[in-house]
């Protein structure tokens, strides 16, 4: 496994890790656990030493599931989770306080059965609390041993600016893919500016871009994916000219949708980490086949060409926007 550095810091990572919210969170009712706890050990078999997850994943649920599965070799891998909404439910909002930051990094630590956390991210700015606060608070917990790494997610390019010039912030963890390139504008030049890594999730675009999904695809009624704008039966039909182009590209290299676009993520830069999410073994296996596919300058330009395409559909519903860039 090819391993990669977030930024500046020390902090090395599989150059694929694994995104683990679906395993009990979002999309639909949560699998097995024991065959979650079986997917989990056999990422890190095959190489995988970087672990997303967060308290507000099931509540608590995800965190749990991670502590059990991945105690036999906490030493050798990275766990990443987040702080930053009330009592851990994203239905009670936003709070990232330095007293509930402190509440929620205790329960992660005892649900994740570690001592420190590797990467800790504030899941959504705060617009309650100066970003300056939360940064202090990290940097106080880093202090203290509780936390190796501060991150952020989903901020904003003045948010990321003001946290880091309290306390370095590691990486930035955004929405990135071939269906939403926005973080190139500002973001992408702001983290290299800063020595900052990047680790986009939903790289596969909440799985649109494997090409298993169009406009008949029928979700079922708990998954998030019902919720948003981008995954209306229209907007995927319109959007499946970008999928298209995608499986054409796909099939002149003897690969699949999902390879190309996690190749041609990692071919942006040498700081970024995509965290694609599975429940499925072979798709962990068919994700892991990217790390391998190399894209000549000719298929990065087909690709960058193919994807110039206008997407139907914003990515959250309006409530949602409104926590994300901040």
């Not at 891998?77 to 994203?90: H, P, R, S, Y």
């Not at 106080?140 to 509780?146: A, N, P, V, W, Y």
Request: aromatic share 8%.
């Amino acid at each position: 496994m090819q391993t990669r550095k977030l930024g500046n810091s020390s902090l090395e990572v599989s150059a694929l890790g694994l995104g683990c919210m679906g395993m009990s969170f979002a999309y639909g009712p949560a699998p097995d656990k024991k065959e979650m706890i079986n997917l989990l050990r056999s990422a890190y078999e095959k190489g995988i030493t970087f672990f997303d997850t967060a308290e507000c994943y099931g509540p608590y649920l995800n965190e749990e599931l991670l502590g059990e599965a991945l105690a036999p070799f906490r030493d050798k891998v990275v766990i990443a989770t987040k702080f930053g909404f009330l009592e851990g439910d994203t239905k009670k909002g936003l709070d990232s306080r330095p007293e509930w930051i402190r509440e929620s990094i205790e329960g992660s630590l005892k649900r994740l059965n570690i001592d420190v956390i590797d990467l800790y991210y504030q899941h959504r700015v705060d617009p309650n609390v100066p970003i300056e606060d939360v940064a202090g608070t990290i940097k106080d917990l880093i202090q203290e041993g509780k936390v190796k790494h501060f991150g952020l997610s989903e901020a904003g390019v003045e948010s990321i600016r003001r946290a880091h010039a309290v306390q370095p912030v590691t990486a930035l963890q955004s929405e990135y893919s071939l269906w939403w390139r926005n973080p190139e504008e500002e973001i992408l030049p702001v983290l290299e500016e800063l020595g900052i890594g990047f680790v986009p999730f939903s790289p596969l675009g909440r799985g649109f871009l494997t090409a298993k999904i169009d406009e008949n695809t029928q979700f079922d009624s708990t998954d998030f994916r019902n919720t948003l704008p981008r995954f209306t039966p229209e907007a995927r039909k319109a959007n499946q000219t970008l999928v298209n182009l995608l499986s054409k590209i796909a099939a002149d290299k003897g690969a699949t949708n999902a390879q190309v676009a996690l190749a041609w993520i990692l071919a942006q830069k040498p700081w970024i980490a995509p965290i694609p999410g599975t429940t499925k073994l072979h798709r962990l296996e068919e994700n892991l086949g990217a790390i391998d596919l190399k894209l000549s300058s000719e298929d990065l330009a087909a690709i960058e060409n193919a994807s110039k395409i206008t997407i139907e559909g914003s990515r959250y519903p309006e409530h949602l926007q409104k926590i994300t860039g901040k």
